[in-house]
């Protein structure tokens, strides 16, 4: 009788666990909990309050020592399949930087070769950055959507037709046709390749590679300054023929994704929209939750556009017109040239694996806010020392602004809606990259405001004082940068990942323990009902005894 009751009991105890699994499977909750922002008065100001107590690092940041003075420590963490998805990444970053800054360089050589001046082509490359967001919007959708794989091939594929084609342009519309097309296919790069990189990448890693990952496009920037002396300098076609060579690369960089698969982060979010879906289509289910997440990230979103024209501004202001300042106003030759736009270049690799690491530990703000301070005080250098000292300026002045550029990959991945995390983090920084489109533009214009006269008084024709314009202009940023960084927010140690994987293990934890308390319960009832049926049986037994010996 005992083993009857304990085997319907344990069926029971089986059917009711299965049935209230059913009911709170983390499968059929948010993956992330929305919740709209409080735009109370008291909200507001407590937040605006604790903008300064916020940077100040606790101190359990600090409590690894061996981690801040060794961040290479830390890569040890990344699997082979982690190192393959961040290069790949990479690779594709810093050839986007390669096609950007392979006209940026070439700006004079360009405007003597399509007879225009140096402020039309610069305005070329002000039609690139407002376009860029057109391919972030769309091929970020789509990566977020269907999969990383195949719209970082077909961006691919895009970017060599096009670089073929800038090669054979022989009139400006032609020039500004082929640039207009060029910004949609480099729009769509930093999203993908962002997502692929740190998609999967082990929490404590983060920051670190999130700056080895952004300076993918200073070292762009140094390939190209190698490449403009080995190729444009040499060959009988010049920038032409720099525009050629560089549509070689990208095929190998196609045959690499090619044979990886889709990130783990991004086959769980699609597993999980499945078998959230609710009887709704994928495509509905897309529509739903980017609704959700526009209604509740709409002021993050708007916060994120902001703080991406100010790291835009940095970076345009002090890259772009720079090789002309150089060569044009304090005439340097094209070695020495080079020499220091290798070393300016070189300072902006260190500083942003230096700032992306450090962020770990001081939090991403405090990290940028010194970056700006750091930066502010090296504009001087950087622009009006005429002479070999030229070169440190040049190396601090990029150390700070692309150490701040170090810290924007995983500070904007961990803004980021979960389920849109390509599209958010390229469109975000490609409407920043809109908003200082016309950085260049608008310091050559005002350079042409200030000419430059030899020491007899004459005008030099084409010269101009580029120097005090671009430190004025960088000085404007760096503030205004500041102010962004100081009143935004922070999710430091948050990663769409991260906060998926943890949502998981939450509600998978409540289910076990759910299952534990049902069937403790059951047991409990089980054993109740056999004590109950033994005391029965007990009772009836007595009575039969008791009568027994009545009747003797």
């Not at 300072?347 to 930066?375: K, P, T, Y």
Request: glycine content about 8%; proline content about 4%.
């Amino acid at each position: 009788m005992s083993h009857s009751i304990h085997s319907a009991a344990h069926k029971s105890v089986m059917t009711d666990i299965e049935k209230q699994h059913d009911r709170i499977h983390p499968h059929d909750h948010p993956v992330t909990p929305l919740e709209k922002p409080d735009l109370s008065a008291k909200s507001i100001k407590h937040y605006f309050a604790t903008r300064l107590s916020t940077l100040v690092p606790k101190a359990e940041d600090f409590k690894d020592k061996r981690y801040i003075f060794n961040p290479f420590m830390v890569l040890r963490e990344l699997t082979p399949k982690n190192w393959n998805f961040f290069m790949c990444g990479f690779a594709a970053w810093t050839w986007d930087a390669v096609d950007f800054f392979s006209v940026s360089l070439n700006v004079t050589n360009i405007a003597k070769d399509l007879n225009v001046t140096t402020k039309d082509v610069t305005w070329g490359l002000t039609l690139v950055l407002m376009l860029r967001s057109v391919g972030a919007i769309s091929f970020g959708l789509w990566a977020d959507r269907k999969g990383r794989k195949w719209p970082f091939v077909s961006n691919m594929i895009l970017l060599i037709v096009l670089q073929i084609g800038l090669g054979f342009v022989n009139t400006y519309k032609q020039f500004l046709g082929v640039r207009a097309v060029f910004g949609i296919a480099m729009g769509a790069v930093f999203g993908n390749a962002s997502s692929l990189a740190l998609d999967d990448c082990p929490p404590r890693a983060k920051g670190i590679v999130s700056g080895i990952f952004q300076q993918g496009y200073a070292f762009g920037y140094l390939l190209v300054v190698v490449f403009q002396r080995a190729i444009t300098d040499n060959a009988s076609k010049s920038w032409r023929a720099l525009f050629w060579f560089s549509a070689g690369p990208p095929v190998l960089i196609i045959l690499w994704r090619l044979v990886l698969p889709e990130t783990d982060a991004f086959i769980a979010q699609q597993n999980l929209r499945m078998e959230t879906s609710d009887g709704q289509t994928a495509s509905q289910q897309f529509v739903k939750q980017g609704k959700d997440a526009l209604r509740v990230y709409w002021l993050m979103l708007i916060y994120m556009i902001i703080m991406m024209a100010a790291f835009n501004f940095s970076s345009h202001s002090s890259q772009d017109l720079y090789p002309t300042l150089l060569t044009v106003q304090y005439e340097f030759g094209k070695d020495r040239s080079t020499v220091t736009n290798v070393v300016a270049n070189l300072g902006a690799i260190v500083g942003g694996i230096f700032w992306g690491h450090m962020s770990n530990f001081i939090g991403r703000r405090l990290a940028v806010l010194l970056c700006c301070i750091v930066g502010g005080a090296f504009i001087y250098p950087w622009a009006f020392i005429n002479g070999s000292g030229i070169n440190a300026g040049a190396f601090f002045l990029q150390f700070a602004v692309q150490g701040g550029w170090g810290v924007c990959p995983v500070h904007l991945a961990e803004m980021s809606p979960p389920h849109f995390r390509a599209f958010v983090t390229g469109t975000t920084y490609q409407l920043g990259n809109l908003a200082s489109s016309g950085s260049s533009t608008i310091l050559a214009d005002i350079g042409e405001r200030f000419p430059i006269y030899d020491e007899n008084g004459v005008r030099k024709e084409g010269v101009y004082d580029y120097a005090k314009v671009m430190a004025i202009f960088m000085g404007a940023v760096f503030a205004f940068l500041f102010i962004v960084m100081l009143l935004g927010p922070e999710r430091r140690g948050a990663s769409n990942f991260d906060d998926l994987q943890d949502y998981i293990d939450d509600w998978e934890q409540k289910d076990l323990d759910n299952k534990k308390r049902i069937e403790t319960e059951f047991i409990e009832d089980v054993q109740l009902m056999e004590a109950v049926s033994n005391k029965d049986l007990s009772e009836k037994g007595n009575e039969k005894v008791e009568a027994f010996e009545g009747n003797k």
